[in-house]
Each structure stands twice: as structure tokens, then as C-alpha cells.
């Protein structure tokens, strides 16, 4: 089978694809992976790496996060970089004529393209936020909306899709394709922590994660530092703001107050490091770290609550507390909290320490539900689950959206 996996954003966003190149690839399909360089290229990859135009990183770096420079800035900015990944994109699934295309919510084409050359669209949503239910909101809109509403949020997912001009719909005109919509959607989220919902379709399936073990290494320091605890852990991983500074500083001084050394993990600026991190001695700070080698290894972790660090903090066990940014990260956090496996979210603006030193107690009080929600993470496969449906797929055994 012939696989075409297209993914954007983040690393958060970019890696589930990598962990499902990396399995179908192994078991024997032939399998390209596109992407930007957002992620590092692997020269040793045992599947094709094909590049997208641009970088979500460049675009975070000069405006931030803020909505308002996002908006103001969308026709110069970010209308011209999608419209390179929408060309681009479709000129390799027409090229390549694969059998399955797998993609990521923002590229809004590709569902389009995989029809265009007869193959099956597979949504791969990194969130529950496209495939409606009544039983929570689409990831990345409001938690406090009252449940009656939860069903009717998606239609708002769809009305932003629409305000953009519809591009799939549009490409659908333009190559005679009847059909701009996915075929299948694949939900990689633990079921341990999202249920699949009674009300969901049966073309909808959650998967479990998509992740791979990290394959870094922890350097000689951060070793030694990780030995003798306790350590908080705080990271914040794509996220950027104005507040990076006094966010690091305010962690510091809590995890002081409670007795912990603090493992600053910058990314690509949530965290901004003061001249005295630098040189303490219950610091040490880094650009990043695998996760899989150092989550086990700290006693409790402040983090932005994207999908991938959600999973890593549970799956090994360490009790965390979630200031949310943008996006799927609110819904994060409020699913988290709703199982007992999270600390009280916390406002990304939150700069005194006596609020962070409460959470983290808390996250810390629901270690027990925490190892528990560990446990069976660990009976998860999602990447065996998510290829054994793209299989049963091409062979015509799981079942299509309809028309």
C-alpha cells in the first residue's frame, strides 16, 4: 500500500505523523511523509521525506501568538505560506497517486487531492474537533459552553473553515472532483483519557497516541541534576508570548517555595531564563529534551497542554498542572481535570508564585489516579490500531463517511 502522510505545524503536530511513517513503513508499506522543516529531517528515515514550503516556528517567532497580529497580518502572512503548502501538497499526492492520504486538519486540500487520483482521505484529527458529538465541545473553542451547545461548537469549526474561502472546495472545482470531504477520521488520543463518543459515526475511530520512544540522549548535567529530586519540570513547548520572563521566574521562585530544583525547558520562547537561572544551582535549562528519558524522572511538571506533552506527562506518570495558550490546550486541560489526573489549569498570565505552588500540591495529591491512568496507557497501541484501519481500508472492509 502507498501512503501519503502530510502534516503542519508544531512539533506537537508534526510528530504523531513521523511515529505513523516510521510503523507503516516498518511493516512494509511504501510510505512519504511531507512536511516542513518545522521537525528536522532524518537521513536514515525508512520512508520519504518530501518538504513543504515555510515554517510555522518563523511565523511564531515574529508575531507571537497574539490574534490580533495573526488577523492583521493574515493576507501578507499566513494566506500566501497555506496557499504554498495547499500547491505544493497537491502536486505530490497527483504525482505520487497513493492509495491512502492521511493529513492534518490544516491543510484543507488534501482531502480534495487524495480524490482527485481515486485515493482515501483520512482525516487525522489531533483533537476531537471536526467529527461532531453531544457528549464535549470541539477541542479548541470554549470549555464553559453549557453541554446543550456541545453538538452545535462544531458547526463553528466549520463556519472558520468556510470564512477562509473553502479551499478544498475550491480545488474540487478546479480538477472536476465531486468530492472534497475525508473519507475516515482517525482520532490519535488516548482512549484512557477520551472515550470514544456513543454518538460518533462508525467511519470515526480513536486510536489511541501515535508516539515513537525518543531517541535522544540526557546530557552528563542534566543527569546529574535529575538524580537527586525533587525537580519540577516546565516547558512550554511551541508557545510564545511576552511573558516568558516573569512566567520562568515566577516558576522558579515556586518550586523553591516547595522545596524542588526546577528543569527550565525554554522551546521556542514560552520560558526566557533570567542571568540568575543560568548560573543556580537548583537550575539547569534547556532548548529541549526527550521527553520519554526525563518525564520519569521529575516529580511534577508545569507545561501548555498541547496533545503530545498531555500524553507524555500522563503516560509516564508524573502529576502536572496545565496553563493553557491557544487552540486544544483549554480542552486539555479541562479533560484532564474532569478525570482526576490533573492539577487546577492556570492562566498563562499567572506570575505569583503562591498560586503555582497550590496547583502543583494538588497535581502532586492525585499521584495515585495518575500511575492508574499510566497503567493503561501502556495497553494502548495507537500506531497498530491507526495502520490496521488504513489497511482494512484499501482492502474495503472499514466503513466510509458517506457521499
Known amino acids: 500500500m502507498k501512503i501519503f502522510l502530510a502534516a503542519l505545524g508544531s512539533r506537537g503536530d508534526n510528530e504523531p505523523f513521523r511515529a505513523l511513517a516510521l510503523e507503516a513503513a516498518s511493516a512494509g508499506h511504501e510510505v512519504y511523509f511531507a512536511h516542513t522543516r518545522d521537525i528536522p529531517f532524518s537521513p536514515d ?172 540522549e540526557i546530557d552528563d548535567e542534566l543527569a546529574q541534576f535529575l538524580e537527586v529530586g525533587p525537580v519540577l519540570y516546565a516547558g512550554f513547548g511551541s508557545m510564545r508570548d511576552n511573558h516568558g520572563l516573569a512566567r520562568a521566574d515566577a516558576i522558579v521562585s515556586a518550586a523553591r517555595l516547595l522545596g ?39 516529580d511534577a511538571a508545569l507545561h501548555h497542554g498541547g496533545a503530545g506533552t498531555t500524553h507524555a506527562m500522563i503516560r509516564s506518570g508524573t502529576p502536572s498542572v496545565i496553563m493553557p495558550f491557544i487552540a ?21 498570565r499567572t506570575t505569583n508564585p503562591h498560586a503555582i505552588v497550590a496547583a502543583i500540591t494538588q497535581a502532586r495529591s492525585l499521584s495515585e489516579a495518575i500511575e492508574f491512568a499510566a497503567g493503561e496507557m501502556d495497553h494502548e497501541d495507537g500506531l497498530a490500531t491507526a495502520l490496521d484501519i488504513l489497511e482494512q481500508a484499501e482492502q474495503g472492509v472499514f466503513p466510509f463517511k458517506p457521499a
Open 328 to 348: 486544544d490546550q483549554p480542552w486539555w486541560a479541562a479533560r484532564l481535570e474532569e478525570k482526576g489526573v490533573g492539577g487546577p489549569t492556570l492562566s498563562r
Open 45 to 216: 528515515a525508512v520512508y520519504t521525506e518530501i518538504e513543504l514550503p515555510g515554517s510555522m516556528e518563523a511565523i511564531v517567532a515574529t508575531q507571537g501568538l497574539s490574534m490580533v497580529k495573526a488577523l492583521a497580518n493574515y493576507s501578507r502572512v499566513m494566506k500566501p505560506l497555506m496557499e504554498g503548502i495547499y500547491r505544493e501538497t497537491t502536486r505530490q499526492i497527483r504525482a505520487l497517486k497513493p492509495d491512502v492520504v492521511v493529513y492534518h486538519p490544516k491543510i484543507l486540500t488534501a482531502a480534495t487531492a487524495a480524490h482527485s487520483v481515486g485515493a482515501i482521505a483520512v482525516l487525522a484529527e489531533m483533537a476531537p474537533m471536526v467529527t461532531p458529538t453531544s457528549e464535549f465541545p470541539a477541542a479548541g473553542l470554549p470549555t464553559w459552553l453549557p453541554s446543550r451547545y456541545n453538538h452545535a461548537s462544531y458547526r463553528l469549526i466549520q463556519a472558520g473553515v468556510n470564512a477562509l474561502g473553502s479551499p478544498g472546495v475550491a480545488l474540487a472545482k478546479e480538477l472536476g472532483v465531486i468530492r472534497s470531504e475525508h473519507d475516515i477520521s482517525l482520532v490519535p488520543v488516548s482512549p484512557t483519557l477520551v472515550a470514544r463518543p456513543a454518538d460518533w459515526p462508525d467511519y470515526a475511530a480513536i486510536t489511541g497516541w501515535w508516539a515513537i520512544p525518543d531517541h535522544g
Open 260 to 298: 524542588m530544583k526546577t528543569l527550565l525547558v525554554t522551546g521556542w520562547g514560552g520560558l526566557v531564563p533570567t542571568p540568575d537561572h543560568m548560573v543556580s544551582p537548583d537550575v539547569v535549562v534547556r532548548e529541549s529534551v526527550p521527553h520519554s528519558l526525563v518525564l520519569p524522572r521529575v
